[in-house]
């Protein structure tokens, strides 16, 4: 049974910083990525990370705050995130199984998502 275990979320205030991890426990994947989805609005993808070919892409609204790594050994994923902004706020999700990095509909697994609430 397939598995992902999200935790880091949280309220920050503006200019802060939060970081989230995603645990896949038994589970190594080639892909994985974090993705921001909205009440009303699509799945945005955030950030992904792959082994093979050492891949790693953001989307253009994070880029240089954000940072995405993993620890294959610890089969986690992390999502480092600073200088947030109001327009960060969304529910978190991480996912596992894709093929292609950015792309939510090439991924097979989620989590169930993390709350980042940033106030100003």
């Known amino acids: 049974q397939v598995r992902l275990v999200e935790s880091g979320g949280g309220s920050v205030q503006a200019g802060g910083s939060l970081r989230l991890s995603c645990a896949t426990p038994?589970?190594?994947?080639?892909?994985m990525g974090w993705f921001r989805q909205a009440p009303g609005k699509e799945r945005e993808g955030v950030a992904a990370?792959?082994?093979?070919?050492?891949?790693?892409d953001y989307a253009n609204s994070v880029k240089g705050r954000f940072t995405i790594s993993r620890d294959n050994a610890k089969n986690t994923v992390y999502l480092q995130m600073n200088s947030l902004k109001p327009e960060d706020t969304d529910m978190y999700y991480c996912?596992?199984?894709?093929?292609?990095?950015?792309?939510?509909?090439?991924?097979?697994?989620w989590g169930q998502g993390t709350q980042v609430t940033v106030f100003s």
């Open positions: 990370i792959c082994t093979r070919g050492g891949l790693i």
């Open positions: 038994g589970y190594n994947f080639n892909c």
């Open positions: 996912a596992a199984g894709g093929r292609r990095t950015l792309d939510p509909s090439e991924y097979n697994y």
